[in-house]
């Protein structure tokens, strides 16, 4: 009785260390290997005329002060057919030899639009706009190996992609948007640019990205909605932006959180805070007030100890990479928001580049693994 009593004690443990072990999120990653810019604007700004300056008030190539800095990362996103011409697939690929030369990593963002996607609005591009579920898979499976393999064929194989950009509630709207929590449709074209990213090139990593960092119940909505439909993917993305998203304790949350319940990496695709609360041009600041978040005032100093504990509570929650949007956007006339209208539009961003007004660096920003 004694020995049956031990065997089922002992059974009873052994099922429960494997319970545990199960459920146990894994060891926080030690370092941030995603050191990260998205600097999508710089080839328009460079056209222009704009200049950069390093912390000794040297001219540079951005993309040599930004590795200075600490950057080991590019993000550039790509639209389909933007009026301007900026961030087309000519555009892309000819920066990306640019990146490579520098011995940075490359991530491509697909909008797969015209313009602007973001969790209030994805517009199909021109050219899908008649098309159903069915072709859009097609399209987008298309599309992305083409952008992919291209840049594969000229040596600058992307190191990562992105399906869509914020797609809290889905892509290529109304067809791709999730309604009634209904991911069946979205989850066929998340599937679509996987697939065709892999058939390009193995390597690849393929991420998922969302603007939920504010809200644990809205990321796992979504991401249980896609993993529920056999949705594959690498790396979860969100962005963060303090003003916008709350307290970095809810970031630090949704971080451990996504990481453990989905068992992938996490970065922060995108973050930035202002260094003035000014405004450098006639388009309103997508950004203002002296301190938009509390404890960090609208000042250089201010700018770099926010990005510093953004950072620090990425890499505390075990994330392992960090993107600040734009750095390199400072104002430049002709470089204006609307891809329809760059000249006659100012830019929102000024306040929030990592460079100032006439293009000098914010010398207390740094990404730091």
Same mark, same amino acid.
């Given at each position: ?114 313009? #602007? ?126 003003? #916008? ?103 929102? #961003? ?6 100032? #007004? ?12």
């Amino acid at each position: 009785m004694i020995g049956y009593r031990l065997r089922r004690l002992l059974l009873a443990l052994t099922t429960l260390v494997a319970a545990v072990s199960l459920n146990s999120a894994p060891a926080a990653a030690a370092t941030l290997s995603m050191r990260g810019a998205d600097i999508s604007s710089v080839q328009r700004s460079l056209d222009l005329g704009a200049k950069y300056y390093n912390a000794s008030g040297t001219a540079a190539d951005p993309l040599d002060i930004l590795a200075a800095a600490g950057v080991n990362y590019v993000r550039l996103r790509i639209w389909n057919n933007p009026p301007s011409g900026y961030n087309n697939k000519a555009k892309v690929l000819a920066y990306a030899r640019t990146v490579k030369a520098k011995g940075l990593r490359l991530m491509i963002d697909f909008h797969y639009s015209d313009t #602007w996607a973001d969790p209030g609005k994805q517009y199909k591009p021109a050219a899908w706009a008649s098309h159903g579920i069915g072709q859009l898979q097609t399209d987008v499976y298309n599309y992305t190996y083409d952008i992919c393999n291209s840049l594969k064929a000229q040596g600058t194989t992307p190191d990562s992609v992105q399906i869509g950009n914020e797609i809290n509630v889905g892509m290529l709207w109304n067809d791709g948007r999730v309604v009634n929590n209904d991911f069946t449709n979205l989850s066929l074209l998340l599937k679509a640019g996987y697939n065709a990213t892999k058939a390009c090139n193995s390597g690849t990593q393929v991420i998922i990205h969302t603007a939920n960092a504010d809200n644990l119940d809205h990321a796992r909505w979504f991401y249980d909605g896609i993993r529920a439909k056999g949705v594959p993917w690498d790396i979860t993305a969100l962005s963060y932006y303090c003003m #916008w998203h709350g307290s970095q304790s809810t970031l630090y949350n949704v971080i451990t959180d996504t990481r453990t319940r989905y068992g992938k990496p996490v970065i922060v695709a995108e973050t930035a805070y202002p260094f003035t609360s000014a405004n450098a041009d006639s388009e309103g600041n997508a950004i203002g007030g002296t301190a938009p978040c509390s404890g960090y005032p609208a000042t250089w100093a201010g700018q770099a100890t926010n990005f510093t504990h953004v950072q620090n509570t990425a890499r505390n929650a075990g994330a392992i990479g960090v993107f600040y949007w734009e750095p390199t956007w400072y104002a430049i006339a002709g470089n204006g928001w609307d891809p329809a209208n760059m000249n006659g539009t100012g830019n929102q #961003w000024d306040n929030m580049a990592t460079f100032d #007004w006439t293009g000098h660096v914010n010398p207390g920003i740094k990404w730091t693994p």
